[in-house]
């Protein structure tokens, strides 16, 4: 008798987790299938208290890439996916840029100013080319940047350079464009190789109604080299038909006058093993 006791109370315990379980919700739905919810626009923005939002581009339905700056620092993009809540840093780095185009999620481009906000040395613009190389949760760095030069239309202003304490040095007309050499000047050489050796500070101008592109210079002298040459046509040069040297009030003005085969241009600056400095015009017709 006690045996079938036994027995009976054993099946009575172990029925009790399959009423219970039979009592539950049909259709409640497991905790590991359910989704999360999507990262909305106000839980992204409230992410930046400190820091100023400049845009918001949306790439499709499920990613957002917001634009943002903090006052002295260079703007910032971060790429979120709104499914997975993943957020990415695009890695411009300390240079100011702007959106230059977007090809998906997977391929940001951007042209940098040549300015960033670490230093006075001012590069001539430029693309970075943001692109994905692994998509991992919960990382920063899935992009890398790949650089490459960026031609500019012959309107175009550009600023670049820090170091008047300069003298040019030498001038030569290349293949395609123009180049022009920098050192110090005696006695402020200290100045030009503090920190770094650079051209001086350099604006471009163009005039259109005579074709010119002209660069103002604040550097403090020519060499005698330059002096003998401030002046020449160059008839046979695919894209400069003459360039002159003129001096006024205390600035330097280099004038290229430009054949109908020139349509963008390309400045690059770059440094000798011996510091001194150059930059090289580069000119294009349409691209």
């Not at 300390?94 to 670490?118: H, M, P, Q, R, W």
């Not at 040095?169 to 050796?197: C, P, Q, T």
């Amino acid at each position: 008798m006690k045996r079938n006791v036994l027995f009976i109370s054993a099946v009575m315990l172990l029925s009790i987790p399959v009423i219970l379980l039979g009592c539950s919700d049909k259709n409640a739905v497991p905790v590991a299938n359910q989704e999360a919810p999507r990262l909305t626009i106000e839980e992204i923005t409230k992410k930046y208290k400190d820091t100023s939002i400049k845009n918001i581009h949306n790439i499709g339905e499920d990613y957002v890439l917001i634009e943002s700056q903090q006052e002295t620092f260079a703007n910032r993009f971060d790429l979120y996916n709104l499914n997975t809540g993943d957020m990415d840093i695009m890695p411009t780095m300390i240079d100011f840029v702007t959106l230059e185009s977007i090809e998906n999620e997977n391929y940001i481009i951007f042209l940098s100013s040549g300015k960033n906000s670490e230093s006075p040395f001012i590069n001539p613009p430029h693309l970075i080319k943001c692109v994905r190389i692994k998509n991992e949760a919960d990382k920063e760095d899935d992009f890398i940047a790949l650089y490459e030069d960026k031609y500019l239309p012959l309107d175009y202003p550009l600023q670049l350079g820090c170091k008047a304490e300069t003298q040019m040095l030498d001038i030569n007309i290349s293949f395609n464009g123009f180049e022009a050499a920098f050192g110090a000047v005696k006695g402020k050489e200290a100045a030009f190789y503090a920190d770094n050796s650079d051209i001086p500070p350099t604006r471009t101008i163009y005039d259109k109604d005579k074709k010119q592109l002209i660069f103002e210079m604040d550097c403090e002298e020519l060499s005698g080299k330059v002096e003998a040459k401030k002046k020449a046509a160059t008839p046979d040069n695919q894209y400069i038909s003459a360039y002159e040297i003129n001096e006024k009030d205390n600035k330097f003005y280099l004038s290229l006058e430009l054949k109908d085969t020139a349509k963008q241009y390309l400045l690059k600056k770059d440094h000798l093993p011996d510091g001194t400095m150059y930059f090289r015009i580069s000119f294009v017709g349409e691209s």
